[in-house]
């Protein structure tokens, strides 16, 4: 079969290595200041050309309704603006926890567009597709830029940075978030001052953590329970924590010692996001 026409790109976890909140917009959405990073683990995403117009999602679909499901979403959105007859099977393997934070739905619809681009010969460029996905969710355009960035305004304002290359354990402790409960709950915190100067002087925090910990007792078990190894933090709205470490031993070693209620997964980081690394390699070599 050609590569091109039949290929799996993977979906990358996100960590939000900090999220201020600034302030609340009349519409609702919050001004934000949060720092992403791409981990090298996933979902697997894979995509076949089929000679038919349909849009056909197979694999880990777990419960969520066709036309809930980003990747249908991302999919028919693309076919729409384009008009284009070609049509697409997707099949998922699906390896990020829901509702966990580490941004899955939206990194499966950035995959999904960045690959069909490509599969239906598009070729629209970074800029398009970023403000198409925008619209699929606020975390969609990073993960179609596909570079470690500071994102302001509600996360489309990417600003990119180089971080070192870091190993994280990675802990979901079984427990759905719904991002949308959080940022509407009254006791979140709206009002961190926005970063003046160079970010890595500043005191850096998570500002949803302290109302899903009240509101989870579980993320607050599991950041308690990850402090014996390392400052430990939450990733967006949670549910997932993470610590980090210098070395990929390190970070094995949390998750061989994790307790058997939780699942968690271990992955370094990267300033390119994987997603994009495969898509050239399958493309442009
Ligand atoms: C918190 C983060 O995970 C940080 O990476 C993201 O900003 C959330 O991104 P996302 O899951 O793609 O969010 P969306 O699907 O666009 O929005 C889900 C819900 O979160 C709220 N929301 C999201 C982003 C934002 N800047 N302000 C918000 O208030 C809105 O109530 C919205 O109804
Ligand atoms: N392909 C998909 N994969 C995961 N979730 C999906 C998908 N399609 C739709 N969804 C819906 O999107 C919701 C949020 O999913 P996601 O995994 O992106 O949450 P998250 O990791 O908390 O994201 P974020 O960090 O962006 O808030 C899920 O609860 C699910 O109902």
Not at 31 to 56: C, V, Y
Not at 255 to 272: D, E, K, M, R, Y
């Amino acid at each position: 079969m050609n590569s091109k026409t039949f290929f799996s790109l993977i979906a990358p976890a996100k960590l939000n290595l900090f999220l201020h909140i600034n302030a609340r917009r009349d519409d609702g959405y919050h001004e934000l200041e949060t720092l992403f990073t791409f981990l090298n683990f996933g979902d697997e995403l894979s995509f076949e050309l089929t000679g038919e117009s349909s849009i056909l999602i197979t694999g880990d679909t777990k419960d969520i309704p066709l036309e809930d499901n980003l990747i249908y979403k991302a999919a028919l959105m693309l076919q729409t603006d384009t008009k284009t007859k070609h049509g697409v099977k997707i099949n998922l393997i699906k390896r990020l926890p829901m509702g966990g934070g580490v941004g899955g739905g939206s990194s499966d619809a950035a995959t999904t567009l960045l690959a069909l681009n490509k599969l239906w010969n598009i070729n629209y460029d970074i800029n398009k597709l970023a403000n198409l996905g925008l619209q699929l969710g606020a975390d969609v355009p990073v993960f179609i830029r596909g570079e470690s960035a500071i994102a302001q305004g509600i996360g489309e304002k990417l600003h990119r940075v180089e971080l070192a290359q870091k190993w994280y354990c990675v802990v979901h402790p079984n427990q759905h978030v719904s991002t949308a409960k959080i940022f509407t709950h009254p006791d979140l915190k709206r009002d961190t001052p926005k970063i003046s100067g160079d970010w890595k002087q500043q005191t850096l925090h998570n500002d949803c953590e302290p109302l899903v910990k009240k509101l989870c007792p579980e993320v607050e078990k599991t950041l308690q329970w990850l402090l014996k190894y390392a400052p430990s933090k939450m990733t967006g709205t949670g549910s997932c924590c993470f610590v980090e470490f210098d070395t990929q031993a390190q970070a094995s070693h949390v998750l061989a010692n994790l307790p058997h209620t939780w699942q968690g997964f271990v992955a370094s980081n990267a300033n390119i996001s994987p997603a994009h690394t495969e898509l050239t390699a399958i493309f442009d070599q």
